[in-house]
């Protein structure tokens, strides 16, 4: 019988906490290093986010806000819902999709993890 206090899978609170947390890293940071299956699980995140802040009407901000965990971005006057809508949505106005690509670099030493570079195009 296995051990009931062993942790094999994550629950679902634990994964959208972890989504949340890199959606927001990647908007503020415009590339972030994570593992594969977290980089393919949170590029179409990021890329509805871009596209509410492309919107840019209250009902999409009030979406994002719910989303996005508020963290200082690099503009010490703006948190991270402030500066996807005044920095980073501007910059694909003219772009329809594909906001986001993912780079595989060399496994993780440790456990010998695939690892991935996400980054805003």
């Known amino acids: 019988m ?4 062993q942790l094999f899978r994550r629950n679902s ?7 949340r947390s890199l959606v927001t890293d990647v908007i503020i940071h415009s590339e972030i290093t994570t593992t594969l299956e977290r980089a393919k699980r949170i590029k179409s995140k990021i890329d509805k986010m871009i596209a509410l802040g492309k919107i840019n009407t209250l009902s999409s901000r009030r979406q994002a806000i719910k989303y996005l965990i508020n963290k200082p971005s690099k503009d010490p006057k703006k948190d991270a819902v402030q500066y996807l809508f005044s920095v980073v949505a501007p910059k694909y106005k003219d772009r329809n999709g594909g906001y986001t690509r993912i780079i595989k670099v060399a496994n993780r030493k440790g456990d010998n993890a695939k690892m991935a570079i996400i980054q805003l195009v």
């Open 13 to 19: 609170e634990w994964w959208n906490h972890v989504e």
């Open 2 to 5: 296995a051990n009931p206090k």
